[in-house]
């Protein structure tokens, strides 16, 4: 079975990649989403039990889904009970919000 999720450490701060959300399955710009929020980051708790690779670890999603995953959970949740692709597509509420970004048409940069 492959990993539909790309994993990877950022590369480059404000570059928009094209292609398919791993979550609600459109091929659109997609934002890069920390799976442990950066400003955990700067934590005892975090630094201690997490190299900085992992830190850095994220997927690339669009904007509509990486702004509901935020608007639904603050970054202290998010890092401690969402910190895998995995975790975030089986949370009830996030699957209704990915569900229904899936449903709507893409706006064209210009």
Request: hydrophobic fraction near 30%.
């Amino acid at each position: 079975m492959t990993n539909q999720f790309n994993q990877s450490a950022k590369s480059s701060p404000k570059r928009l990649k094209q292609g398919i959300c791993p979550f609600c399955g459109r091929d659109t710009a997609l934002t890069f989403h920390h799976l442990i929020p950066k400003k955990m980051h700067r934590r005892t708790y975090f630094r201690k039990n997490f190299s900085k690779d992992e830190l850095n670890r994220g997927i690339d999603i669009c904007r509509p889904c990486h702004s509901g995953i935020h608007n639904c959970y603050d970054e202290m949740t998010l890092a401690k009970q969402f910190s895998s692709p995995q975790t975030l597509i089986n949370d009830a509420s996030l699957k209704k919000h990915f569900q229904w970004v899936a449903k709507q048409k893409i706006k064209q940069r210009h």
